[in-house]
């Protein structure tokens, strides 16, 4: 895998999950938990490091919860891929990293998770979420561990492929560090 092919595959999933965000509003439970399961099929998930969807409801909505519920789709939005990086893991190897926003429309300017993509049997897949912490001064942006593999320091990074840049200032400075790292030509 290289950063095209990440960032395809990166882009995969935020489609995937954006599409599950919405039938969680919208659609009835057969066609969300088809939603969730592409969405969960990019994830690596061991008894060791289990990843799943946290997008949920309760099962059974009606017809009638379901159009109430749609009407607040202007709450979700597909979250913006900012930036993937390249690392050469000590242990792990090569992996993959996509900064990505938060999920909905307020907060699609800011990093809000980190997904570590590594090549695993020959298919991209998604071994970690980290989160961005909110409460502690950036730049740099302090991540937490969320769900998957916890991978320690990823190491410096080989290369990047920046794309937008968020409009949260501490975020936009990490950023911009973060791209320079691995484009020192640039």
Known sequence: MDLNQATEFINSYLDAEYAEATALRSEGDEILSERRRVSEDH?????????FSVIGRRPGYTDAELEEYAQTLEQV????????????????????????????????GAYELQLFT?????????????????????????????????????????????FTEPTFNPHRLDWAATRELGNPAH
């Open 43 to 51: 994830f690596l998930s061991t008894p060791e490091s289990p990843m």
């Open 77 to 108: 939005a597909r979250r913006v891929l900012f930036m993937v990086v390249e690392f050469k893991h000590k242990e792990r190897g090569t992996m993959f990293c996509g900064y990505v926003s938060g999920a909905g429309p307020t907060i699609t």
């Open 118 to 162: 590594q090549d695993v049997g020959g298919k991209p897949k998604i071994i970690a979420q980290y989160a961005a912490e909110i409460l502690k001064p950036a730049p740099p942006v302090q991540w937490t561990h969320v769900q998957g593999a916890e991978l320690g320091d990823p190491g410096t990074p080989v290369a990047t492929r920046a």
